[in-house]
């Protein structure tokens, strides 16, 4: 059973760049959510996507803006990085369907350093 | 603001000895609670969580932690540490009814066992 997928594991950019992001859920999951997690601190919700939309956003500029393909995959877009966006940045993955939306599953994560 | 309290930094502790990592929540409303573990460089892991039922709840690797409404707390105990259980564990708690399952998380206990 596939666990949820990342990619690519790093990346460096400089400051003005776009990046993108990409995931794939767990098998038999349906909803991916986008966390950013800063060097010693906690991770904080970014968004997530359920039928290809966005159904709730956290405290994160325009310039953070997310996908979802029908095959439930995922991408994370920033725009314009700020030195500040530097972070390991987290899928996880659920299931509306299978009626547990309340336990997600972290993927590896993408380290992001902007330069 | 709803926000998860996790009282210590970092916990040194002997291998063998017990542990407990302490968890507080700000709530008034039905919660779900979770524990991750995050070793170095890796995405976080699903230790346990309490969704409904028995308040003790037991998860991988020999953890388990104690639901405790009235106090608003879910602390994490394992009876005799090992020197692999060095890691960071980050407590989460969302929220029954909410329009999503977004996870708020503490700021994470680093759990550091010596020989």
């Known amino acids: 059973d596939a666990g949820v997928t990342q990619s690519p594991t790093h990346l460096i950019k400089t400051r003005g760049q776009q990046v993108t992001l990409r995931c794939s859920p767990k098998?038999?999951?349906?909803?991916v959510s986008w966390y950013q997690q800063a060097l010693g601190q906690g991770p904080q919700f970014i968004f997530q996507y359920y039928e290809e939309e966005e159904r709730q956003r956290g405290n994160f500029p325009d310039r953070f803006s997310g996908h979802q393909f029908p095959n439930y995959s995922s991408e994370l877009n920033v725009n314009a990085l700020l030195l500040g966006d530097s972070a390991l940045y987290l899928c996880?993955?659920?299931?509306?369907?299978?009626?547990?939306?309340?336990?997600?599953?972290f993927g590896p994560g993408t380290r992001l350093l902007v330069l | 603001a709803q926000s998860v309290t996790q009282l210590d930094s970092q916990v040194p502790v002997f291998e063998e000895a017990p542990v407990e990592l302490r968890c507080n929540y700000s709530s008034s409303v039905s919660v779900y609670l979770f524990w991750y573990v995050q070793y170095p460089n890796q995405g976080l892991q699903l230790l346990l969580k309490?969704?409904?039922?028995?308040?003790l709840v037991k998860g991988i690797n020999g953890f388990e932690a104690e639901f405790n409404k009235s106090q608003t707390s879910f602390h994490l105990r394992k009876p005799s540490v090992h020197i692999s259980d060095t890691a960071e564990y980050f407590c989460?708690?969302?929220?029954?009814?909410?329009?999503?399952?977004?996870?708020?998380f503490g700021t994470g206990t680093l759990l550091a066992v010596q020989p």
């Open positions: 309490y969704l409904s039922g028995s308040t």
């Open positions: 098998s038999g999951h349906d909803t």
């Open positions: 996880a993955s659920s299931s509306i369907r299978a009626g547990d939306l309340e336990t997600q599953y």
């Open positions: 989460a708690v969302s929220y029954y009814g909410g329009a999503t399952n977004k996870l708020i």
